[in-house]
């Protein structure tokens, strides 16, 4: 019994870290923003390696900043879009 309480305990906190480490935080446009003037400027990008680097994506109609409109189709783009050429099978149909 204490093996069995000890192994779910390790099994629970190894969970615990994987999940830490993989789920990035996903960035909000108001943590973002960190002066709250409606725009997130390029200095205030340079907190997320991310965002900073694909800058010339989000600044789509290149004013120097990213108002919630531009960092909301950047944060959509490529995410949960499956691969090309993969098929989406039809609801109810057995795997291949």
């Known amino acids: 019994m204490k093996n069995l309480i000890v192994s779910s305990a390790a099994f629970c906190f190894a ?8 789920g990035a935080p996903i960035l909000t446009f108001e943590e973002t923003d ?28 290149k004013d120097g900043r990213a108002d919630i409109d531009e960092f909301t189709r950047f944060e959509s783009t490529g995410r949960f879009e499956p691969p090309e050429d993969s098929e989406t099978p039809e609801l109810g149909a057995a795997p291949h």
């Open 34 to 61: 960190t002066n709250s003037d409606g725009y997130i400027s390029k200095q205030e990008a340079k907190a997320y390696k991310d965002l900073h680097s694909k800058w010339a994506k989000v600044d789509t109609n």
């Open 15 to 22: 969970l615990g870290v994987t999940t830490a480490v993989i």
